[in-house]
């Protein structure tokens, strides 16, 4: 029985672990490294809390050594769906009259798991998976991951402190429910954090969930699970389906009982749910939320007065952590002619001192790409400008896919502002730089603006206040995470809440309180404790 109302712990961000030489957190990884490796996991769905296997059993490789096979999961099929479905919709009327502070306790339990007693092996899992070097899931897999979870409950205790204002007799009060409904969560390979994020957010607030990872992310989304597990998730409110995406999809948007979409993916494939829901939204009992983030052609853009030393270091870190392939990623950059020959001096040091080669070995900077799809697409780019009349090669263009899927950092300059590397997503360490000619600031900030669909993350530099005031002001709808003086990546929960618009995506802001409301639907309840007895009102009278 609940008599109180209770206040959440003040949420502050997990601090990241450094893992220097000789420090508890290294020892602990390597060893979680080592084991995991070591160990071959049959890996199943979970549909109700139930573990299910198939006979239909596929590999999962490192993507840094294709020739281990560190574990197989069960390929299921539409009925599996139909299955997590209907166990989503059965524990949803139990898990959403659950009072919100048990629901709370849950994810709160889960991040402290996370930053606790479960960090090496959540980390390890994440760098094999996603050949991500240790401070690239350090910062994701544990450390957002635990951000998420607390902030969120705390935003979700904000949300339901909102209350309308009374009147004299008149009590009014606004109820939070849950959609109507399951909600979809299609979950990307590339961070850890939004593949458990997608899921858990929707489900805080009472929802039941339907979950399809990427193949390339079911490593790690086991271990997700196993944190669920042991926070104490009541079984059926995130269901966990390895099911190819046009079977799942059939199943879900042709389901009366959808009512929300959470995406992270490519534009087109989003483009493509979107028309699917709109076809079909005579069968839905209600309009389905639709959440997503999408791609992205991030860009740095230098004025002549900007700090070199700072720049460099944002196009190195922006460009090539986790191998360019974070939404947020650095993939264009312009730089003036004057200072472009300092520039370049300081780019081609950095990035012929980076390191490739697996997770493990801890010197390693740069990683594999995540398969061989995108490793044959990044390799199709770097050809194209290896062939092109209109760009030059700087450093790197070299790949190779014997061992894993390794693609050298490549910097490439154009000669013209619209060359193909300039304008397409490319979501791998290629970065294309454009030399612009000073006088022409304000039509590069122009083709800064229009050069590509999208609009999710941009970083400006320049030391002059009012030239900063004036990149911000043109550049105001081309980034939904806008950064001055700074690499356009590593975005913090409860700092800068992600998300941009145009075609990356739907803005609604992940890490932060504008997510949530996403996934409610509020109910306003008026009583009144002195009801009129007469339907006579006063004007009706004459003397």
């Avoid at 996603?130 to 205790?157: G, P």
């Amino acid at each position: 029985m609940s008599n109180a109302i209770f206040e959440v712990p003040l949420p502050v961000n997990e601090p990241c672990l450094n893992y220097a030489p000789g420090s508890k957190e290294k020892k602990e990884v390597k060893a979680a490294l080592k084991n995991l490796r070591s160990t071959k996991i049959d890996i199943p769905m979970v549909i109700g809390g139930k573990e299910v296997f198939t006979k239909n059993r596929h590999d999962l490789r490192p993507p840094h050594e294709i020739k281990k096979v560190i574990g197989t999961y069960s390929q299921g099929t539409a009925k599996h769906v139909e299955q997590a479905i209907e166990a989503a919709m059965s524990a949803k009327e139990a898990w959403a009259n659950m009072p919100w502070q048990d629901r709370a306790s849950i994810f709160l339990k889960a991040a402290d798991l996370l930053a606790g007693p479960m960090r090496a092996e959540f980390n390890a899992a994440t760098m094999l998976a996603q050949s991500k070097n240790i401070w690239q899931a350090e910062i994701d897999a544990v450390c957002e991951l635990a951000d998420f979870f607390r902030y969120n409950v705390h935003y979700m205790t904000e949300i339901y402190r909102q209350q309308p204002e009374s009147v004299d007799k008149i009590w009014n009060r606004l109820e939070y429910r849950p959609l109507e409904g399951f909600v979809f969560a299609l979950t990307p390979f590339n961070f850890t954090s939004i593949a458990a994020n997608l899921s858990a957010a929707p489900a805080m607030l009472g929802n039941t969930i339907v979950w399809k990872p990427a193949d390339s992310q079911i490593y790690s989304a086991h271990f997700i699970m196993k944190v669920f597990k042991e926070a104490g998730l009541p079984d059926g409110v995130i269901n966990l389906v390895f099911v190819d995406g046009p079977e799942a999809g059939d199943v879900i948007f042709n389901h009366p009982d959808f009512g929300g979409l959470h995406f992270t993916g490519s534009t087109g494939v989003f483009k493509m749910l979107w028309k699917t829901i709109g076809n079909n939204i005579d069968i839905y009992k209600s309009y389905p939320r639709i959440v997503g983030e999408t791609g992205g052609k991030d860009f740095i853009v230098a004025h002549n007065s900007a700090n070199i030393g700072q720049l460099v270091t944002a196009l190195s870190r922006g460009a090539f952590e986790f191998q360019g392939q974070k939404c947020s990623a650095a993939s264009r950059a312009y730089i003036p002619k004057s200072i472009w020959p300092e520039v370049k001096k300081g780019l081609l040091k950095d990035v012929k001192s980076f390191k490739m080669g697996p997770p493990e070995d801890f010197t390693n900077f740069i990683n594999a790409v995540i398969d061989e799809k995108a490793f044959d697409k990044i390799a199709e780019y770097i050809d194209y400008a290896k062939n092109s009349k209109q760009a030059e090669i700087i450093v790197g263009g070299k790949y190779s896919k014997k061992n894993g899927y390794f693609i050298s950092p490549t910097v490439i300059v154009a000669k013209r502002s619209d060359f193909k590397t300039m304008e397409e997503e490319i979501f791998g360490p290629v970065l294309t730089i454009y030399v612009y000619n000073d006088r022409k600031f304000d039509e590069m900030l122009e083709k800064v603006d229009t050069t590509s669909p999208y609009a999710l993350t941009g970083a400006i530099f320049a030391r002059e206040r009012s030239v900063i005031n004036y990149m911000s002001d043109k550049l105001k709808n081309a980034a939904g995470n806008f950064y001055i003086n700074d690499k356009p990546t590593g975005a913090v929960v409860g700092q800068q809440p992600f998300g941009g618009a145009r075609a990356s995506g739907t803005n609604d802001k992940a890490g932060s309180i504008l997510n949530l409301f996403r996934w409610l639907s509020p109910r306003t309840i008026k009583e009144n404790f002195a009801a009129p007895t007469d339907y006579r009102y006063p004007f009706l009278g004459e003397k």
